[in-house]
């Protein structure tokens, strides 16, 4: 264990890496293909939550946007690689010449890096003003702007058949674009994060008062954090539309926000691994527990208990199943400052 | 009437009262005196049940009220005129007053009022105006009446003085004194030791979070470093 | 085409909309000015509501008042419960933890619903006379109308002297204002949260049935964007503000009918993003609101 632990951590990283593609490797040669259908999706999901762990969870800003962001990424990257023949039949527009022409289409990881640029350049659009708020002012402003882009994507029907959505997207998704893809998301946070821009975020997690005192532009470093995370929300986006083979805008509102949301909370927000872990509890239970809603016909169920684990984790476990430090303590602080601050309970907490 | 048994408060890890231990008889005017940030106010507020200490007891007329909120305390008897004043800006003086013999269920708070207006006649002036708009020194007669709307038993007075004009000032004290008439005990804190110590009955002087000394205010006054620390030698 | 009668049409929508935003504003804001906490539970409160009626009095077939009475009860109780059991051990702690937790509890009443009814979404048949066409000038209204814009502003009436006169509910708003000081003229602090909880929610499952009954429709969803739409007018007409909630939820429920009625038809899909536009527009350049009270945005 100490050998372990004194390696460095790249090769750490690599190590783990390698292990997990190894597990990965076992398990496609030896599981069933529903299994490894819900490996997968626990996959794309991850991407998701990761993403979002790191505006919510590491910076402190509560988006309730997330969903957008990944519907951009799968109409875009759905748009780009949609075979030319099936557009014709499906009233879908034709490539325009400076993304390849009428005759084409794109092969899949482009489109992907497409579909998480054109996110990360919505989220740059959407946070210029947005970031601006606080606190549940940011929730509620980020979930409005949701629901602009998805009533954008059913309403500009000749670009996006509107509500009807878009069907037989080709099945490009396979474990292993996912899992590489979820490799990627976590380097790349864990990079950021041990940075100076990392540090920087988690001091406007604190406190953004004081992270100016000491030079530190927040309005920089949140517009970072949240173009990054839906960044990678896109390529979630992307990958799911390519997985699920039908997309439609009605998919991607509020549930698909919340369900993440509690991912990541049950996770743990503010850790590395715990949005991953969350996500696969979540996943791993709607696929038990769809059966028995069906069959008993209790339609409601499984988001019943998802509610009741979400509220329990907020009740008694704030930090989640893999959290430490409770970083929503540190989310908002309370507003008007000395309202409600100055009421210490057994001990004081201090200003 | 009032017991501070041992306490210890903490701010966090910080240590903000160590093993403070006072009283307040009734009928007393009793000052306790130190300098910013020596913890009188964190005293006070752990009297109020703003705060609750870590360790200690605090017994009111024989009762142990170390546990209870400070709405409980209030109806005990007990009334805090904080620093800052605390008043609801966004009320009228009047709905603040009334406010403060909120939890009353006697007849006589009118009879109260009429007290109070008669104490402060400028509140009477400004009965109906919004309580934010109105100068320090008025809002801090606000907070005075308010606090003794509910008929408190023991009045806590946090820095009466502070931020006012001497004018004010000495208003503010010869309603403390007006008040000490009236049979209510109060027990106040200030940095402004010589006002203190021409009202107080008994004075204890904290230091970082400790008592220093207690005493009649002429017998404090004489020790030499006391003398120097708090009335320029 | 834009004629005198078709603009009246729509300043008639757009008020019996506004009266139910304004109603679900003022349910919102009660809790919100001393809590701080968006309640989106406060939208599965108007579902509540409005299947409590159609149980009691189209299933059941009990008389109209009761089954408006026992709208209330259901409403009030559920208001009561979710702060004891939801919020009170939150309270203190950061404000988002108290907004994920009501997104929790929204989630979990709707599926509960969602559970006890069906999926599908239900015909709601209100008595008859509410139904009952009458057209003024030309402009065409149900009675339900009427009902909807009297009864919101006699709640309104009654919420405003309550607010105003009696003790709790300067109570309320001192303690809107400061907690802490609220606690040291010694009001009990947990009681005032309680009662704004209680008549917050019963004036919630009250405006589910004005809902249902205007549009003839419940399903187990319809609650959440009224919820969301609850905190857009607050944030229009001002937090912290009483008055200002009302004024939001007046607005709110007129700019969105004309939008709708004025834009080329197409566009009335867009009813809800135009909604949120009008929330960001408002939180970038008015953020205090229309009776704007300084709180930081």
Sequence with gaps: MQRWASLPGDVKFLISVGVLFLALFVANCTLNRYVLHVITLIGIYSIATTSLNLTNGYTGLFSLGHAG?????????????F?????????????????????????????????????????????????????????????????????????????????????????????????????????????LLNSSYGRAMLAIRESEIAAQSQGIHPMRYKLL?????????????????????????????????????IMLIIGGAGTLLGPVVGTAIVVALKYVLKPVEEGLGVYGLVEIV??????????????????????????????GGRRNAGVPHGEAHGP | MLEVEHIHVYYGVIPALLDVSLSVDEGQIVALVGANGAGKSTTLKTIAGVIRPREGQIRFQDRDITRLGADRRVRLGIALVPEGRQIFSTLSVKENLVLGAYHRRD??????????????????????????????????????????????????????????????????????????????????????????????????????????????PQEVMRDEDIKRAYLGG | MFTGTYIAQQLLNGLVL????????????????????????????????????????MLLGWPFP?????????????????????YRKLRGGPEVALLITSLGIYILLENLIKLLA???????????????????????????????????????????????????????????????AAKLVGINVNQVVAVAFVLGSAVAAITGFMWGAKYGQISYDMGFMAGVKAFVAIVIGGIGSIPGAMIGGFVLGLVETLAVGFLPPGFAEYRDAIVFVLLILVLLLKPTGIMGRKEAV
Excluded at chain 2, 127 to 155: C, D, I, N, W
Excluded at chain 2, 173 to 202: C, H, P, S, W
Aim: a positive charge; charged letters at 15%; zero cysteines.
């Design chain 1, 225 to 261: 954090s949240f173009v990054i995370g839906a960044f990678f929300a896109g390529i979630a986006g992307g990958l799911y539309a390519h997985f699920a083979r039908s997309i439609r805008p009605y998919e991607f509102s509020f549930s698909m926000t919340f369900l993440i949301v």
């Design chain 3, 66 to 86: 009761l089954a408006l009475a026992a709208s209330l009860l259901v409403g009030g109780v559920l208001g009561y419960l979710l702060d004891l059991v939801g």
């Design chain 1, 69 to 81: 962001f990944m519907a951009v990424g799968a109409y875009v990257t759905t748009l780009l690689t």
């Design chain 2, 107 to 216: 007849q006589e708070v009118k009879k109260d009022l009429e007290w109070i207006y008669n104490l402060f006649p400028i509140l009477r002036e400004r009965m109906h105006q919004v309580a934010g708009t109105m100068s320090g020194g008025e809002q801090q007669m606000l907070a005075f009446g308010r606090a003794l709307m509910s008929r408190p038993k023991l009045l806590l007075l946090d820095e009466p003085s502070l931020g006012l004009a001497p004018l004010v000032v000495r208003d503010i004290y010869e309603v403390i004194q007006k008040i000490r008439e009236a049979g209510i005990t109060i027990f106040l804190v200030e940095q402004n030791v010589n006002m203190a110590m021409r009202v107080a009955d008994y004075m204890y002087v904290m230091e970082a979070g400790q008592l220093k000394m207690e005493g009649v």
């Design chain 1, 306 to 335: 998802y509610a009741l684990m979400l509220i329990g984790v907020m009740l008694w476990r704030p930090e989640g199943i893999v959290g430490g430090v409770n970083p929503l303590r540190f989310l908002f602080p309370k507003k």
């Design chain 3, 18 to 57: 506004g009266s139910m935003y304004a109603l679900l504003a003022l349910g919102m804001t009660v809790v919100y000015g001393i809590l701080r906490l968006i309640n989106f539970a406060h939208g599965a409160l108007v579902t509540a509501g409005a299947f409590t009626f159609f149980g009691i009095y």
């Design chain 3, 118 to 180: 069906t999926p599908q979404p239900y015909a709601f048949r209100p008595p008859a006379f509410l139904g009952q066409l009458q057209n003024v000038g030309g402009v065409a209204f149900r009675t339900v109308d009427v009902f909807i814009v009297v009864v919101s502003v006699l709640i309104m009436i009654a919420f405003a002297l309550f607010v105003k006169r009696t003790k709790l509910g300067i109570a309320m708003r001192a303690t809107a204002e400061s907690v802490e």
């Design chain 1, 83 to 191: 075979p030319v023949r099936l557009r014709i039949a499906y009233n879908l527009p034709l490539l325009p010449p400076f993304l390849g022409g009428p005759n084409y289409h794109w092969p899949f990881l482009p489109a992907l890096i497409a579909g998480g640029l054109v996110a990360a350049v919505a989220a740059l659009l959407v946070g210029a003003p947005v970031l601006r708020l606080r606190g549940h002012y940011l929730s509620v402003a980020s979930l409005g702007f949701m629901v602009i882009i998805t009533t954008l994507a059913k309403g500009l029907k000749d670009l996006t058949r509107g509500a009807a959505g878009i069907q037989a997207i080709p099945r490009y998704t396979n474990i292993w674009w996912v899992y590489a893809w979820l490799v990627v998301t976590i380097y790349v946070i864990w990079r």
